[in-house]
């Protein structure tokens, strides 16, 4: 079989970490019987420094006529670089925020996993960790605050910026949906969380969460406020299965999540619409600081690469022989420096992933 992929390097350290998981689903790839054809595109600084701005209709198209879309990162510096001296809606975090939302990519799946080798870099004490934890988070990505209205305006000399939180039902019920879904095929637990004793929207996104779970008796429902949640992830991460949430509420959780696993370079992600298609990337940001200079880790993309094989090519197998791999390399005792720890053998981006490479 042949698959088409649109291949988005981005900014900072994405076109070196992307290299390394094309690396690794080209062997995935032979070893299994299938070819991709890759299509790269810009997105994010990149798009802005070649068409002044970070998301062509060309570059959408393109991704929309593909299988799935593999990404990279996207964003630079905003102190030093000039991609921030333009308007907000021109800057390249506006691009992947467009590309979200015109592919419809609503269920955004982050899985946090401790993997075993790892728990020396896992910053919780030993009695906290256990036997380790393995959670997904289910953001939802094209609604909330990120999507509504915002301005910023000055009323008799004072300054005001507004951003406005929506949501109708139909949103929080097909990202709840995906969510009970997930969960079926996991532990069948989901803590749906929210800011109900607050937030109107998070008082309809729980009401309607409840109207779903009655089509899922079999999966165990509990409702968690975001802050007790950000707490919790700390005091006992162990306690998660599928944690289902609101879009900006997520985001920040997912990165207290990674840092719980040892590191956000091992957290993958994938942005998923309604059908198989999907746009998978890392979790992490662009690390403009460490771009170019093959110390990133290139984990959390390969395993996105991963994700992109099992949800929307149905390649289950190569995609268990890439996740494999990743446990292979580490229980070999390679690490990049993030995740580096006494005893381990260090390595720079390239050669994590030809170590992983050679392990599919
Ligand atoms: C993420 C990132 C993005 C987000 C930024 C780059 C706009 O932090 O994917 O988590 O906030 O969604
Ligand atoms: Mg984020």
Known sequence: MNYKIALIPGDGIGPEIVKEAVKVLDKAGEKYGFTLEYEKLLMGGASIDVHGIPLTDETIAAAKASDAVLMGSIGGDARTSPWYKLEPSKR?????????????????????????????????????????????IMRELTGGLYFGERKTVEENGIRKAIDTLTYDENEIRRIAKRGFDIARKRRKKVTSVDKANVLDSSRLWRAVVEEVAKDYPDVELSHMLVDNCAMQLVRDPKQFDVILTENMFGDILSDEASMVTGSIGMLSS????????????????????????????????????AMMLRFSLDLDEAADAIENAVKQVLKDGYRTGDIMSEGCKKVGCREMGDLIAQRV
């Open 92 to 136: 390249p975090e506006a691009g992947l925020l467009k590309i979200r939302k015109e592919l419809n990519l609503f269920a955004n799946l982050r899985p946090a996993y401790l993997y075993e080798e790892l728990k020396e870099a896992c910053p919780l004490r030993d009695d906290i960790i256990g036997d380790g934890f393995d959670m997904m």
């Open 270 to 305: 994938a942005s998923l619409n309604e059908t198989k298609f999907g746009l998978y990337e890392p979790s992490h940001g662009s690390a403009p600081d460490i771009a170019g200079m093959d110390i990133a880790n290139p984990i959390a993309t390969i395993l996105s690469a």
